[in-house]
């Protein structure tokens, strides 16, 4: 195990690294039960979604961790999957199995720009200090993540307080982020899971730990089918061309989960590999003179690229990979070991449904607050009182969390990059791709304001 994975070689142990992943599931547990919650909106059968599910997070995770050797994990994406309902769906008109058909287009895209080494291009391409803003943004992010899953912030008012503590599972939330506090600043190895596990025991007198409505795993077999190659049928890619009229929202349509996809993911590796040092810079050297995927970023964002194809053709919106993989990676995780470990769980998950589904947002919470503030030492490296570097960092940084989204974080970096670098007159410093990556979310932003 420590040869396959190269322990040694990454200063991690098995024990850390199965704790990491233990981490990283308990902390992304939830779209388990939430995803088919949501997708069945759009007329899915709910058991088929739950089980396309898990079954794109145990492949995406895997090749995630076998492949490529680094400690992320794969699920259908919060944000993605309600763009497919909301917007693609009950916005735009088109049924469940064209949505599922421009997911797998969009796969197929992520897989081309990542075997023309596009992406890589992409993220070479963004300057350092973007590149640390990005990484602290994610910290807040994360940690915005935490305090919303919780419901701690409230929105009743029309602008976001500091909820009433009127609610069990608000004070439990504040207790497991002491106790889990406590445990990270007395150095107690596993803090981050601990805190999970006992915040979870805690809440089951409090009945805030309870069990979710699921489905049985020979239940959800039987429905699987009613989603899975639904994309190949005549309802899915053979009707999502025939009206010319609407070609043009289609190809719209599938721009604008591509954009969200790729930049989400390229945020997340930034973000929590070069803190870390699971992407390097002697990785970024092999990504510069190898051919074919031979660095840990390259096999990377070839997973990632794989598994939303994948998720599409068992029936869930996009495979991506998930921010709260900082989790674990904040428990220590440095190698595959961890996202195979998570994969494990996913794949126990679908037997056990019932009392995954019981760890409440109260318990993971903490743990994305407290990873929220690891990533953050990432703002020290940028240079704060030049205010053409300060202004970029900060738009890159505050809009991940203020729109939930890791993709208009970098969107609105790279713009306002781009015009502190034309108002000091230094616009070769700005690189081609840069341009070009710049104009294409200004187009998308277009386009989602047309449709």
């Known amino acids: 195990?420590?040869?396959?994975?190269?322990?040694?070689?990454?200063?991690?142990?098995?024990?850390?690294?199965?704790?990491?992943?233990?981490?990283t599931f308990f902390a992304m547990a939830y779209i388990i039960v939430v995803n088919?919650?949501?997708?069945?909106?759009?007329?899915?059968?709910?058991?088929?979604?739950?089980?396309?599910?898990i079954i794109s997070s145990i492949v995406g995770t895997l090749v995630m961790g076998l492949v490529a050797n680094v400690p992320y994990a794969q699920a259908p994406g919060m944000g993605l999957n309600a763009f497919f309902v909301y917007t693609v769906c009950f916005g735009l008109g088109f049924t469940w199995q064209q949505a599922l058909s421009m997911v797998f287009i969009c796969g197929l895209i992520n897989i081309l720009i990542t075997v023309t080494k596009l992406r890589k291009f992409i993220i070479?391409?963004?300057?350092?200090?973007?590149?640390?803003?990005i990484g602290g943004g994610i910290g807040i992010f994360v940690a915005y993540l935490g305090l919303l899953n919780v419901g701690i912030i409230s929105f009743d008012?029309?602008?976001?307080?500091?909820?009433?503590?009127?609610?069990?599972?608000?004070?439990?939330?504040?207790i497991g982020l002491a106790l889990t506090i406590v445990l990270l600043v007395l150095k107690v190895k596993g803090?981050?899971?601990?805190?999970?596990?006992?915040?979870?025991?805690?809440?089951?007198?409090?009945?805030?730990?309870?069990?979710?409505?699921?489905?049985?795993?020979?239940?959800?077999?039987?429905?699987?089918?009613t989603t899975f190659g639904a994309?190949?049928?005549?309802?899915?890619?053979?009707?999502?061309?025939?009206?010319?009229?609407?070609?043009?929202l289609v190809l719209v349509t599938i721009f604008s989960f591509s954009v969200s996809d790729t930049f989400d993911t390229i945020g997340t590796f930034i973000g929590t590999g070069r803190r870390t040092g699971i992407f390097s810079d002697e990785d970024e050297k092999a990504m510069e003179t190898s051919r074919g995927f031979k660095s840990k970023m390259d096999k990377a964002l070839f997973a990632d690229a794989t598994a939303t194809s994948i998720g599409a053709i068992f029936g869930t919106s996009n495979t991506t990979t998930y921010v709260e993989s900082a989790a674990g990676i904040g428990a220590g995780g440095r190698t595959g070991l961890t996202s195979v470990v998570v994969a494990i769980c996913f794949a126990l998950s679908a037997f056990f449904a019932t009392f995954v589904s019981a760890v409440p947002f109260a318990a993971t919470a903490p743990a994305l607050v407290v990873v929220g503030i690891m990533m953050m030492s990432s703002f020290k490296e940028i240079k704060w009182e030049d205010f053409s570097e300060?202004?970029?960092a900060f738009f890159a940084g505050i809009f991940m969390a203020l729109c939930y989204s890791i993709s208009y974080g970098i969107a609105a970096?790279?713009?306002?990059?781009?015009?502190?670098?034309?108002?000091?007159?230094?616009?070769?410093e700005i690189h081609p791709i840069l341009w070009v990556v710049t104009g294409l979310f200004i187009l998308n932003f277009v386009l989602l304001a047309i449709i």
């Open 1 to 23: 195990m420590g040869g396959l994975f190269k322990l040694k070689q990454n200063g991690t142990t098995a024990g850390r690294e199965i704790i990491a992943g233990l981490t």
């Open 36 to 53: 088919p919650t949501l997708l069945s909106e759009s007329g899915m059968e709910w058991g088929a979604v739950f089980l396309a599910t």
């Open 124 to 133: 070479k391409s963004i300057p350092r200090s973007l590149q640390n803003a």
């Open 157 to 174: 008012s029309g602008v976001p307080a500091l909820a009433t503590l009127n609610q069990k599972a608000f004070w439990l939330f504040l």
């Open 191 to 225: 803090a981050i899971l601990i805190g999970i596990v006992v915040t979870t025991l805690i809440g089951i007198p409090m009945k805030v730990t309870v069990t979710a409505d699921t489905v049985s795993f020979t239940e959800a077999c039987q429905a699987l089918p």
């Open 231 to 248: 994309i190949f049928t005549g309802e899915g890619l053979g009707s999502l061309f025939t009206d010319v009229a609407k070609i043009p």
């Open 390 to 392: 300060a202004i970029p």
């Open 413 to 428: 970096g790279f713009i306002f990059y781009c015009i502190t670098k034309i108002c000091k007159k230094q616009i070769k």
